[in-house]
């Protein structure tokens, strides 16, 4: 079955800390993705990466760096954790072989509170 | 600007049908997804229509208009399992994926 994984499913940190979220997908996907979501919004797009070591900007990235390394990592770095980025994170990939017929596989989702 | 609009919040009873619409307004259109996601779980890939008609897979069924923007998920044979929040997107020009905020379907024994 194919899977992307989260490294952690609920995450406590303090404001001001480092804060990294891992991704990793098995489905040797090219495209990967990492989204916020929030009550009464919809996913919104934080940065996406087409490549290793590419990345491209979302909707929202301020506060926010990535990084993939390799293919089948996709990490989201929050710099300075603020209690404005207490949120649920999902991470995303889909294959750009295949395209969108197959849509986007997500993983279970970090639920990340900053106190 | 870009738009996704979907009832906030829908209630129907076991055993029964419902329709889930979406309106879009997007810059430019390269299909429309449909994902279920039940509550503190991973939204999951229900449909992708690209095309004008109907789809349909088992009880769920996806329609698309791209003429009015417009799409909807129909559930038939209404299970209690089916309580979630069903996620509409648009893949936009640039083939990046708008969202809207999601319907949560609550069933009713």
Redesign the interface.
Known sequence: DVK?TQSSRYLVKRTGEKVFLECVQDMDHENMFWYRQDP??????IYFSYDVKMKEK?DIPEGYSVSREKKERFSLILESASTNQTSMY?CASSSEVLG??????????TRLTVV | GQNIDQPTEMTATEGAIVQINCTYQTSGFNGLFWYQQHAGEAPTFLSYNVLDGLEEKGRFSSFLSRSKGYSYLLLKELQMKDSASYLCAVADSNYQLIWGAGTKLIIKP
């Open positions: 992307v009464g919004l919809g996913l919104r797009l979302g999902l969108l017929h197959y849509g986007y596989t997500f993983g279970s989702g």
